[in-house]
């Protein structure tokens, strides 16, 4: 018997910011549970890495010096909540338009998930 796929707390779009490090960015892509090389899961430290049963989001991420993509678990992720666009230069190619309000931005037309 296998265990229920975890539903993602975080949508494509959103703009997230990280719970320990001082990055942020928009969600470009989410994986159900963790999908990548054990190798770049154990480069993490013990002490803060996180559960491989939980979604892990795409990000196209900015810090005060750069901008990168990132791949983080859920439980690293809080909602930005500050309105502000990010930086990122690939956004334009998936989303148009930005909700501040939200902090949300949209897929540009055509784009699925």
Do not use: C
């Not at 013990?46 to 491989?52: Q, S, T």
């Not at 956004?91 to 939200?102: A, L, T, V």
């Amino acid at each position: 018997m296998t265990g229920a796929i975890p539903q993602a707390k975080f949508s494509i779009g959103q703009v997230v910011k990280h719970r320990l490090f001082p990055f942020r960015g928009v969600i470009f892509d989410v994986d159900p549970v963790f999908n990548n090389t054990e190798e770049w899961w154990l480069s993490i430290p013990e002490d803060i890495r996180p559960r491989k049963d939980q979604p892990y989001y795409h990000l196209f991420a900015e810090n005060e010096e750069t901008e990168y993509v990132a791949y983080v678990s859920e439980q690293n992720l809080l909602d930005d909540g500050s309105g502000e666009p990010v930086r990122h230069p690939q956004i334009r190619e998936f989303f148009e338009g930005f909700d501040s309000k939200n902090s949300q931005y949209r897929l540009r037309g055509g784009r699925k998930h």
